[in-house]
């Protein structure tokens, strides 16, 4: 292997802390716990079915279902365990929150306690793990009571805008991490030589302008009036309003659209909509929205609910939902305007227009 001059992550904390001499060291200890758990999770993503721990979790009464009423998939549980083993021991943490546990997770008596609060998905996508598919784990970082004692769940109900840190890996072909701590977004490939994550994507920057778009569209009979005209408008491509064609994507995996989106620009929508009253949007704020908002507007894009911007929320509860649209700057502002602009959805579906395939 010839000798590279890449960064490791430990050298771009330590150097990245240079410029806060006042800094602790507790924050770059609790990133690099994080990492070596995002480590661990990627090498029993990548064994596999030969690792026993594909399909769903199991338990003496059958099978478990998280906060959310979702089926926890075996690697769900693990990968929590994971994040809570690697994190919990070092005396960073006032304490902790995941997407499959009900309540806050106190730090054990046995450890000391620290500054941050700790939140995370430790496995985004994990619907598709079983096709194999590319998934990945989210994590913020906030800061914490400081008090040393059991945090509680308003100590975690803070607006993104907060966030000391935000980041995520990705068990992909390659896995990588990618990180901000609020000073520009930087990824890193993990090298399985070295079992270390190297910098190869320094200062990534969202496209501003893009042709491509990812939703569900199995939703749209449920979708509010501009996000059915904003999909309306890019399907009708270069003879309708836009006089562009547009591409679209679907992996059904979030951290793996943000991802693409941040490589090469895109326009990503789980927007609110009239499926399940009960559920306003599918995704959650505190572990996926929130994260991913910060990393894509520290990378110059936009993170939006589609009427104001994400990171300005101020949750109310530990697993809110909330509706998420966010990439290429141009396109979210887009349809944060559809939103100001009421009524002026026509249905214009092209498949239904003149000379299309369904005309009657
Ligand atoms: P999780 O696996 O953590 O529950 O999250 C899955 C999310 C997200 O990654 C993805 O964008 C969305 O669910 C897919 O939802 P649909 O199945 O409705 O497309
Ligand atoms: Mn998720
Ligand atoms: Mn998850």
Avoid at 136 to 148: C, H, K, Q, Y
Avoid at 258 to 269: D, P
Avoid at 327 to 347: A, C, D, F, L, Q
């Amino acid at each position: 292997m010839p000798l590279t001059n890449r960064s490791t992550l430990t050298q771009f904390l330590i150097e990245e802390r240079r410029r806060f001499p006042s800094a602790s060291g507790d924050f770059n200890a609790l990133i690099l716990d994080v990492a070596i758990a995002c480590k661990a999770i990627a090498r029993a993503v990548a064994f596999g079915e030969l690792g026993g721990a594909m399909g769903n979790h199991a338990t003496e009464s059958g099978g478990s279902v998280n906060v959310q009423g979702e089926t926890q998939k075996k690697l769900d549980v693990l990968s929590n365990e994971v994040f809570i083993r690697r994190t919990d021991w070092a005396g960073n943490l006032a304490g902790m929150a995941s997407e499959e546990m009900d309540l806050p997770y106190q730090i054990p008596a046995r450890y000391p306690r620290g500054k941050y609060l700790l939140v995370f998905d430790p496995l985004d996508g994990s619907s598709n793990i079983d096709v194999n598919m590319t998934v990945g784990s989210i994590f913020s970082v906030l800061r914490g009571p400081d008090t040393g004692a059991d945090v509680t769940e308003a100590d975690f109900l803070q607006p993104g805008a907060k966030q000391v840190a935000a980041g995520y890996a990705l068990y992909g072909p390659t896995t990588m991490l990618v990180l901000t701590v609020g000073d520009g977004v930087n990824g890193f490939t993990l090298d399985p030589n070295l079992g270390e994550f190297m910098l190869t994507h320094p200062h990534i920057q969202v496209p501003a302008d893009t042709q491509e778009f990812a939703i569900n569209a199995s939703n749209s009979r449920f979708w509010e009036s501009p996000v059915k005209r904003y999909v309306d408008e890019c399907l009708a491509g270069k003879t309708g309003p836009r006089g562009k064609d547009f591409n679209m994507r679907w992996i059904a995996s979030m951290v793996a659209e943000a991802h693409r989106i941040l490589m090469r620009g895109g326009v990503f929508m789980y927007p609110r909509d009239t499926k399940d009253p009960a559920k306003p949007g599918r995704l959650r704020l505190l572990y996926e929205a929130n994260p991913i908002g910060m990393i894509i507007e520290q990378a110059g894009g936009r993170a939006s609910t589609g009427e104001k911007p994400m990171l300005e929320v101020q949750p109310t509860a530990l697993h809110q939902r909330i509706g998420l649209v966010f990439g290429s700057k141009n396109e979210v502002e887009r349809i944060e305007r559809y939103h100001t602009e009421p009524g002026r959805h026509e249905m214009i579906n092209p498949l239904f227009t003149e000379r299309s395939l369904f005309r009657d």
